[in-house]
Structures are given as structure tokens and as C-alpha cells.
């Protein structure tokens, strides 16, 4: 034992000491990151992001430089508060608080102190700077807006959130990303690569030179320009027939899916959310609930579609042959289908072909259609499928894939949704329940995204390509090949004609027939909606003035721009919608309007009265 | 490697592992020193060059040590143990104060530490000692002697003030127990440390409770054996163990100094601090931690060149060979010194006389001492104390004190071989 105890001390000690580095170096995993953390410095250098340009090479953003005072906490000496916050023009509550934040991020790493101060506001203080310890300017490259519209379209860039860092760990606390519009949509393009420079540090948080001699440092990048599908000429135009009204214009150019067009009213000017003010702003745009500016109401409002939805409702029939292109209806100035209340109709003649129907617009026309439609199988169920895979191949029903972030499906019922609805089989139900989707009045919703989409597949006689907002990027010579591809209906082609020739019909003698609607020279297929809508005020449900729908393409036999206008409470379809859609075309077709005594009515036109009378309180009156 | 090489007669394992580990160190000390561009090795004016100057000079210094007589050793002990004693006296009138410490002589551009010789010293006088044919270590008396021996220069060490250094004489205990010290000096020894700790860990409520225990467990043990009971011996054992407890937090709480009780603290985890007291542990953990398996490479370490662990060339060095060596490394280097202890043992116990064997023991002690404080320190498990790591650490003295007193023994060894 005497000779025995130090050799096995000496065994024992080595073992545990071989069991710690194994639970050190092998077992615990952060010692590496710890030593990260510790001795590399990473730095980033921010590239500029890439510029936008409309489809004709107008710059709608740029860059403009911007500066932010940033504070290492732990390296600040005493100072002048006061004289500090006269040279930084904020007030020293103001300061303290960026300080207290900047304390309790971190104490060593850099926090904002004042953000994006302007080049004029930035030369006075860099000279002075210098005599804070612990300050310095950091520049950044914000946006700069050539256009005061399109807000809805180009989105704006914001800090990153947590949540992002944490899906995103190559973004950085107080780094910027696209959040909504193309900005978000194209990020990952206009952003570029920021360059990265890894820095060994020592104990004192020195610099003492490139980690590993730079072999893992990338050089920054410039983000690539863009340029887009959009006519800032018309987009600005429509715009501006927009003003003091809800609702929204899309227009593409059916024969490729171009996005000519996407306004939504009422929007706001970009620059509103770049510098020193944008939280301001945004805080502002964002609590009005009542206009809801940041709500895109072409791409996320899901209307019900109206009388345009006739023409879908037109193209099922003759495709499952229920109906021909002779055949006449009478109508009766309503349609009776068994229900309560028979379906109401307007005045206008009787009997109707299939071309006069859709000119005149008449609900027994097409109630008899789609009631045959669904008919035409044993049970409604197998109907309602029939009819909504037509739909489906129109693309409606979902969202479109169109390259914008935001968006709705919509709504096209299939036959499970009336099942639950009507609690079947406890329950049976049959066409007539779901009578009121011939008209686009049931449970039928559409975006005006949807609603444009589908007068552009009319306007192609069946095909289509996505609408897209993309026309180049830099440096590539081809958009993403989803837009290349040809998608095909279910209809026929040859199905298409009568019912554009109903929609030619319905400038000639419909409900578009007032000679200040068209336009001298140019053939246009339209079709008015006038969709019924309620608001649910103190828990009834009750009617507002009806939304003014419109759809329109033009010219008839080479369409070149394809649109929906939807104007909330605008009562009949013709009324503002039909105007706002004539003024368009004439405006893209031709570069200037004819009819300016009709433009300038839609210009000064103003629906504000008729926003505010559910707020007043008082009972109202609709449609006057 | 057999024991004869050519007409030299020495073992050659401990001269290979004295080898690696020298130069291994000084691999390490270059990458832990090395501030931008290196301009040489041998330059002078920095860590890593003047570290060669003292590998080269201790070449010579083996020379002389292989040279002289195994004779010399044995008769001269007794004066060169004095000689050392008066050494380290002298430093209250001549010493020079680094850290401090008043542990050095100055002598031109260079300055000296007796203490690192003093530990070979006291080592050929307790083998001297012990080796005289009057002493018999079964004496209680002779027992005292040698404790004595060891106690004066750890004594005079204290005050300098190097208790690190003192602490190193503690190492002793294990030729003295090699050649009879009652088995009762090493129990008390081992249970009082034992006591203190499980104090600190558990309070003295519970180390109550637990000698309570242990107490009524001997006594059932022994009834149920049939054996009988002591009881003068048990109850005083019981006494003294339940005093000690006692005192302990006194001893804890006012002989000690706030730094003994935070390193104290922060080895049983009772305190976490990463910032002011237990910076080095903390960085040393993160050094070796981030070495993963095979390290970063030699000049690749980020702590190591970011001269994140104080004190890396010296006493952390063990840090360095974690991080940029990884675990492979580090357990190689583990190994190494294991072999080199187990080496020397392993001749000790082959010395024809008492003189030698005491004396390869004391060296086995030592080195393996120092290895274990200091890797301990460095991994975390151990308490600060600032003791070099054996042939690896940054400094003149230390090598030296080191390469005299482990040729020393080899001189010895290979006069045993000759003699077979």
C-alpha cells in the first residue's frame, strides 16, 4: 500500500482531469460560441439597395443617404446633457430614454441614439462629435421616393423585429428589410449582399486585425434595380380619379398578365414612412380603422363581385350546354325560385338572348343559367362542383400567384361548405339555395385583383398567364417562368364571343349606353355591377349604399389593357366605377382624354358624405 | 530505449519526456506571447526568445548537473540545503518585489527565484535525512525531524508572501508516507480537508448529521464484527471532528482573506462570476472549451491572441494547449506528464539506496503536485493558486528549478546502473 498510493493518486488525478476537457471540449458546446463572442468583431458594410423603375424606365425609388447617431454604452465619458441635446436637436428626456435603451440592450454593442438625421443636420454635428467619447455616425442608405404615389404597390422597408432575426439569422438587430409591397416581395433582390468583415479583438475590445487574414470576409454587393410591370402615368392618374373615394382600379395587360395598374384609395405618399418621422406616420396611417389606408383593398377586399360575375355565370352554361347563343328567356321583372322573396329584376325588355341579357344585365336570364347549370346532375352537390371547377380554372377561389405579399382568396363555395351550411343530410338543399351566385350577390367573394384577372381571361377567349408585377431584373433577362406559362379554362374558346359581344352590347344599348361612358373610336367591352352591401352598426345588420362595380377591356378583337373598378357606396355600376374605367382606357390607349368636362365630374366627385353617414348616429337613407 | 546508449547509462524515457514537454511548451509560450509580427525567434525582446535563451542555458545546465559526482549530492545536501535556506532569507534584505512578491534576486537584466531551487534542496536533505543509517522513520520523533525539514523553507516561503509556493511543500508528505510516516498524519491530513470542504458544501448542520452517522455506523460495524469498542479513542475522534466543523466557518471567515474565500466560493459553485474574480477561470474554461477535439491550430487561437486569459504564458498555460491543441491535445499533454511522474516513481523505487529513493520520490511528488494544482486552476476544478505548470510555463527560475531537480535524480539513476 505504502509504495502503491501516489501511483494510483497520480492515475486518478489524470483520469478526472481527461473526464473535465472531455466535459469541456467535447460534452458543453458554447465554450465555441463564448470565444465568438469573446474575440470576433463582426462588421457590416451596408450596399445600397437596388432602385425601381416603372415599365416605360421612369425611377419611382432611389437612395438617399441618412446618418444615425450611435452610442457604445460602456465607452461614453460624463457629459453635457444639455448641450449634447442642443447639438443633437432632441430633448433630454428624449435622450435619456435612448440611453436608458441603449444601456439595457447592451453596454457594449452600438444602439441608435437619434436616427436618420438629414445631410444638412449631420454636417453641423460630425464636426463636434468627436468630443463625446463613445458616439460616432453611422450611415445608412434610406429611401427616396420620385413619385408621391404607388404607396400600395412599393411597400416600404422597416427594422427587422425579432421574429424575423429569429426565422432570419443572416439579418441583425437595427437592420432594415422590406415589409411590405414589392420591397418585401423582391427583398431578397434589392437588398444585395452586405459585405461582412471579421475582426480579431483582444481583452480590451481592440481591433488587432483581420480574423484569420480576411479569408472569411465577403465584399458588399449593391442590391440589383428592378423594374416593374407599372405605368407610373396611369397609376398617378388613377390616383387622382380616385381622390375622396374607397375603394381600388387594377388594369393588366391581358395578352401577358402585366400589371399595368393597382391603385387603392385612399393610399398615402411613401416618403410619409422614410426618416426621422416614420414612426409617426406610420402609427397614424395604421390606427385609422375607419379609411384603413395601409389596408390593399384591390388585393386583400373580398367583395361580392355583382352583375360582371354574369359573364362566368354566361361561359359555364354554354360550355355545359344548358344554353345556346339563340335561345330566349323571358323575364318578368323578377325571377321566382320558390324563396320568400322572388329574385328582383329591372326594367328592360323581353324576351333575351344570351348577348342582351348580359347588356341588359338580367338577373332571370341568368338565374334560369345557373339553375339549369347545377341542375344538369343528380344533386346539387355534383352541381356546385361542376360549376366551381370551372371557376377554379379561371383561377379564382385562390390566391392568384401573382408576385405582390399580399393578397385573399376569396370565395367560391363548394358543395361542402352548403352542406355545412345547411347541416345536411339532417338537412337537404337544393339550387335554388344557392340561386343568388348566378348574379355574384351570394356567397360568391372576389378581390378586384380576381375581378380583372377573370375580364382578362374573357378578354384572351379562355387563356391567361399570372398577373405579375415583375417586368426585369437587373442583370437577368428573363421574370421568373411561373409568368411564362400558358394557363387554359375549361371553357371552349369558341364559347367567348357571344359573351364579348354582349359586353361590346352593353355600351351600345345597356346599362353603359350613356354616351359620356364610352369612347369615340374605341371599341370597349364592359359589364356594371352594382353590388348590395352591410355593415353591421351596434350589432344590426344593416344596408349601405351599394358598391359601383365595374369591368372593362379594350380594344375588342386585340385587347390591350383589361380593368376593374370598384368604388365603395358608388351605387350603380356605371355611376363612378364605369366613368373612372372609361378615363382610364382613353388615358393608357390613347395618352389623353377627350371628354373633359366628364373627368373633371369624377375628379372633384366626392363619396365622403356618404362614408360618414354610418358614423353620424342617425338612421339614413341609401342609394340616392 | 534501453538503458544503455552508447557508453552514457541514463534513462532515456525521462529525458524524451522532459524533451516534449520543454518544447512543446515552448510552442505554446510563442503563440500565447506573440504580438503581430514576429521578428525571430530569438528575439530577445520578446517572451518567446528569451524563453530559448533559458531552454539553451538549461542545456548547459544538465551538463553540469550530469557532470558532477553522484557523491557530491549525497554529502554536500546537508550545505546545499542551507545554502538555500540562507537564500531565501536574504531575500528580506536583497529581494526585489514583482507582483508583490518579494521572491527574487536581481542580477543584471535577469533576476532569480530561489524558492524553484529551494524545493531540490529540501529534497536531498529530507533523502539525506532519512537515508542516515540512525534514523528510523518508525521513530514518532524522526517523524517530527523530517516534517521539520520540510516545514522551515515552506515557512520562510510564506511570508515572502507566496503561499502558492509554500503550498508546493505539501508535496512532501508522499516520500515521507513511502517511507513509514503513521498512517495517522495522512488520514488527519486528508480528513481535515475532507471536513473543511464538506462544510463549505453542506454547512455544519449537516456535516452534524453526517459524523453522527458515520460515528453510529463504526459503532454498529464494530458490535456486529464482534469487535471492541475503543471508547476513548471514539469519543475524542467524534470531538474533534465536531470542533472542526466548528471552526471552520471561523477559520473561513476571519482567517481567510476575502480573495481565499471567492476562490473558495467559486470552485464549489457556490458563486458565479465571470467578470472580476473569476474572469481567469472563466476565460481559461472558454479558451480550452472552444478547442473542441483537434483545436484551432497552433497561432489560430482567438483567445489566446485576443489575450483573453491574464496571465497565458505563465501559469495559464495549460489554456493555450486547450484551445489550439483541442482535447486530443490536452489529453496527450496529460499523458505525457502522467508517464513522466509514473516514470520517475517507477525508477525511485529501483534505487539501491534510501538516499536515492527519497529522493526520486520527492521529485515525482513535486512535479506531480505542481501538474495537478495548476491544471486543476487552470480546468476549473481547482482553487487559484499561482503555481507554474512544470517545464512548460514562461520563466528562467522555474525551468531551472525544475531541469536540477529532475537530473539530479537522473545523475543518481544512471550511477545506479552503472553500479548493477
Known sequence: MRKNLLFLIVIGVGLIFIGRLFYLQIYESNYATLSDN?????????????????????LMVANQPSYDVMVIPKDTKPLDTLEFCQLLNIEPIEFNKAMGRARRYSPRLPSVVVGQ???????????????????????????????????????????????????????????????????????????????TKYIQKDNYNRDIGPYKDGQFDVLPQRGQDITLTIDAALQAYGESLMVNKRGGIVALEPQTGEILSLVAAPNYDPALLVGRQRSKNFTKLYYDTIAKPLFDRVLQGEYPPGSPFKTLTALIGLEEEVIN?????????????????????????????????IAYSCNSYFATVYRRTIDKYETPQEGIERWRQHLRSFGLGDYLGYDLPAGNKGLIPDAEFYNRYYQYPKYKWYTPATISNAIGQGEVLLTPMQMVHFTSVIANRGHFYKPHIIKKIEGGTTIPEQYTIRHNTTIDPKHFEPVIQGMAEVYQYGTAASPDIGIKGIEICGKTGTAENYMRIDGERVQLTDHSVFIAFAPKDDPKISIAVFVENGYWGSRWAGRIAGLMIEQYLTGTITRKDMEAYVLNGSLMNEYEKPYTGQPFKINQ | MGYRAGKVKIDWWIILLYGLLVGFGWLNIYSASLSGQGNGFFNMEQIYGKQLLWIVLSIVLIIFVLALDTKFYERFASLIYIGSLLSLLGLFVFGETINGATSWYHFGPASLQPSEFAKAATALALGKYIGDIQTNMRELKHQWRALLIIAIPALIIIPQPDPGSALVYAAFIFPLYREGLNYLFLTLALSLAALFVGTLVIGTQGMIIGIAMLLLLYFFWQKKNRHRIIWPRYIISGLFALGLVFCVHYIFNSVFEQRHRDRFNLVLGKTVDNNSIGYNTHQSEIAIGSGR???KGWLQGTQTKGNFVPEQHTDYIFSTIGEEWGFVGSVLLVIVFMSLVLRILFRAERQKSVF???????????????????????????????????????????????????????????????NR
Not at chain 1, 474575440?39 to 421612369?58: F, M, T
Not at chain 1, 329591372?346 to 338572348?353: C, F, G, I, N
Request: glycine residues 14%; neutral net charge.
Open chain 2, 356 to 418: 536515492g529513493r527519497v529522493y526520486g520520490y520527492s521529485v515525482a511528488s513535486i512535479i506531480f503536485f505542481h501538474f495537478m494544482v495548476n491544471v486543476g486552476m487552470v480546468i476549473g476544478i481547482f482553487p487559484t493558486v499561482g503555481i507554474p505548470l512544470p517545464f512548460l510555463s514562461y520563466g528562467g527560475s522555474g525551468l531551472w528549478g525544475f531541469t536540477v531537480l529532475l537530473f539530479i535524480f537522473v545523475k543518481m539513476d544512471s550511477a545506479n546502473y552503472i
Open chain 1, 38 to 58: 469573446n474575440a470576433i468583431k463582426v462588421v457590416y458594410d451596408y450596399p445600397q439597395r437596388g432602385y425601381v423603375y416603372d415599365r416605360n424606365g421612369l
Open chain 1, 325 to 357: 347563343t339563340k335561345e330566349h328567356i323571358s323575364c318578368y321583372g323578377s325571377y321566382n325560385y320558390g324563396g320568400a322573396k322572388p329574385m328582383g329584376c329591372h326594367e328592360h325588355k323581353t324576351p333575351l338572348s344570351m348577348t342582351s341579357g
Open chain 1, 117 to 195: 438625421l438629414t445631410k444638412g443636420e449631420f454636417a453641423g454635428l460630425s464636426e463636434k462629435l468627436h468630443k463625446y467619447p463613445g458616439f460616432y455616425i453611422q450611415k445608412r442608405s434610406l429611401r427616396d421616393y420620385q413619385v408621391d404615389h404607388s404607396a400600395n404597390v412599393l411597400g416600404y422597408i422597416s427594422e427587422v423585429n425579432d421574429y424575423t432575426i429569429k426565422e432570419n439569422p443572416e439579418y441583425e438587430m437595427g437592420e432594415l428589410i422590406g415589409t411590405a409591397g414589392i420591397e418585401k416581395q423582391y427583398e431578397e433582390v434589392l437588398r444585395g449582399t452586405k459585405g
Open chain 2, 293 to 295: 477535439w483537434f483545436g
